[in-house]
């Protein structure tokens, strides 16, 4: 189970990437099952060919950028729909990615990465490794939090919520989409390096239906934590990432196959977005917003 909450808490940074695109820009981006891949390839065969890890985790981040700005040149430019464009370079990625690691599958346990330090000291598996996975996603949580609040951060905002509107100030909101989708898919390369370096190797598939993966963070942690506000929207990112690799871990442990985890991934996802809509939840949201409500009059009378 602490390793469920390790993973979960590395895959916040890929969960807070995907809810940069599917929450603040309302863009389905499929590129994240390439883009994971590219952060892995890229920092796997730099360490393997002697770069500092550190090096190879912020290249792999560059990468990650590059493709996402792909992406978003292909919808704003070429004026191709959005998840199609998403497609194309998330196909494109897999023969790239394939090119950079010269084969599918590339082994890091001889050598040294970010996570050899915590593996040497025997912290792997313990609240001492949850302690540092959850500063570095609290700390990726708190740029983003930082950055959504600058004036281009709520330029980005503002393009999610209405396009004609915020154009009409002046703001170019190709540009906007364009950063938005490349600062994404850099988090996700950066979470995609991490993970490499955590498992001891990189692997062509190993993106694969990861968007489920982070549709189902996003979408877990707000449904039930919330959603109204952006520090608390990001950090049910968070938890939601930690919740959804809890939930994966309880099912193996209870004997389920394998192979049925994006069966059950499907199925969660589907859960937390029916479940809102019932007449018994609306009926517990109203009451709750009511109460807040009347608590608040109370507290200005």
Known sequence: ??????????????????????????????????????????????II?????????????????????????????????????????????????????????????????????????????????????????????????????????????????????????????????????ALSNGLVALCGALIAQYQGFADIGMGIGLILAGLASVIIGQAIFGSRVIVIATLAVVLGSVLYRVVIQLALQAGLNPNDMKLISAVLVVIALVLPQWKVFRRIGGLSNMKKALSGTGARG
């Open 49 to 181: 060919n002697g770069a500092p890890p550190v090096l190879s985790t912020v290249a792999a981040f560059g990468a990650g950028l590059v493709a996402g700005w792909i992406t978003g040149i292909l919808h704003t430019k070429g004026k191709i729909n959005g998840l199609l464009a998403g497609i194309l370079t998330m196909i494109a990625l897999y023969s790239i990615n394939l090119r950079i690691m010269g084969k599918a599958n590339l082994p890091l346990l001889r050598e040294d990465t970010l996570i050899t330090p915590l593996r040497d000291a025997g912290m792997l598996g313990t609240v001492g490794s949850i302690i540092v996975f959850g500063l570095l996603a609290l700390s990726v949580k708190f740029i983003i939090d930082w950055f959504l609040h600058t004036d281009l951060g709520l330029a980005m905002q503002a393009t999610g919520d209405n396009e004609e509107m915020i154009r009409s100030f002046g703001v170019s909101t190709d540009r906007m989409k364009i950063l938005g989708l």
């Open 1 to 46: 189970m602490i390793v469920a909450v390790e993973l979960g808490l590395i895959y916040a940074v890929m969960a807070l990437g995907v809810y940069l695109t599917f929450r603040i820009l309302n863009f389905p981006d499929l590129t994240v099952d390439g883009s994971f891949t590219t952060g892995a390839a890229v920092a796997s065969i730099m």
